[in-house]
Every structure is written in structure tokens, then in C-alpha cells.
């Protein structure tokens, strides 16, 4: 079973560029049709597609988000990571990767990372 891990800062001041890395096991992020997802649950609100990269490293991302989002992709590590610039406290969330999006069903997803945007 795929199973997916995040890693990054449980704080980050305003302005600044979040970065988040999710780890992906038992299953590999090149595989052939796959693709991977960030989704984010702010306090209290529902949850929120962010974008997704696909296993030949194609990427697409919410309309409103787009502009400061940016989702890579690390074979060799298996991994793919998030950046989020221009970070305000609205931004604060439980940030998710996710296995799935873009007309895949959403499978696996990794247990979660609480961001606090603060200074």
C-alpha cells in the first residue's frame, strides 16, 4: 500500500516562501498515469485542492492559488515537494499530499501537516 509522509516547518512568517516535501513508499511517483496532489484544511473550513503533478513531472494548480504555487517532483528520491510564496496568515491550514487528482480518484494521503502562518 502507498503510503505518503510530509515534511517541512510548523511555522512561517509572513511574506515568507512555505516549503513542504512529501515522501512517498510503496508505490513509486513515475509510475506510468500516476499523479499526486497537495490539499490543504484551513481551521474550521473545508478542504482545499492546491494543485498536482502528474508522473511525467506536468503540473496544474487552483486558479486562485496559481500564482504563488509551485509543485515539483524528485524521482531519484521518489518524493514530490510545495512552494507556496507570499505566505499571510490566511494561509494557515493542515497542509495534506495526497495520491490521485486531475481525473484520478484520490487514494492514499499522508497524515498531515499543520502550517501556522505567524510572526
Known amino acids: 500500500q502507498v503510503q505518503l509522509q510530509e515534511s517541512g516547518p510548523g511555522l512561517v512568517n509572513p511574506s515568507q516562501t512555505l516549503s513542504l516535501t512529501c515522501t512517498v513508499s510503496?508505490?513509486?511517483?513515475?509510475?506510468?498515469?500516476?499523479?499526486w496532489s497537495w490539499i490543504r484544511q484551513p481551521p474550521g473550513k473545508g478542504l482545499e485542492w492546491m494543485g498536482v503533478?502528474?508522473?511525467?513531472?506536468?503540473?496544474f494548480y487552483d486558479r486562485s492559488l496559481k500564482s504563488r504555487t509551485s509543485i515539483s517532483s524528485n524521482t531519484s528520491n521518489n518524493q514530490f515537494s510545495l512552494q507556496l510564496s507570499s505566505m499571510t496568515p490566511d494561509d494557515t491550514a493542515v497542509y495534506y499530499c495526497v495520491q490521485g487528482g486531475l481525473g484520478l480518484p484520490f487514494g492514499s494521503w499522508g497524515q498531515g501537516t499543520q502550517v501556522t502562518v505567524s510572526s
Open positions: 510503496g508505490g513509486t511517483i513515475a509510475t506510468t498515469h500516476s499523479t
Open positions: 503533478i502528474n508522473y511525467r513531472g506536468s503540473t
